[in-house]
């Protein structure tokens, strides 16, 4: 494994997408997941999980954060299932 694999990195986020960060980051062990035998392949959060996070949270408007973690969870898989 690369030594840059262990090394903290540093992303700017806007505090209008703060919500929708710590909600992803908070559903972390909430994959949905599918065996190929060879590989693993990420479909997806557990919208179930995803809405109760967003619900314990208190979230102000929480159709915008789920939209947002929705992009979020798509370009996550885009990088995770290459």
């Known amino acids: ?14 505090p209008e997408n703060w919500d929708a960060l710590q909600v992803f980051l908070s559903c972390g062990s909430q994959w949905r997941t ?6 693993i392949i990420y479909q997806g959060l ?10 314990l949270r208190g979230i102000a408007e929480p159709w ?15 990088v995770i299932n290459d």
């Open 46 to 55: 557990d919208y179930g999980a995803l809405e109760a996070v967003i619900r």
């Open 1 to 14: 494994m690369p030594d840059s694999y262990f090394e903290p990195e540093t992303a700017e986020c806007w």
């Open 64 to 78: 915008q954060v789920f939209e947002q973690v929705g992009q979020i969870e798509r370009g996550a898989m885009e």
């Open 34 to 39: 599918i065996s190929t035998g060879k590989s």
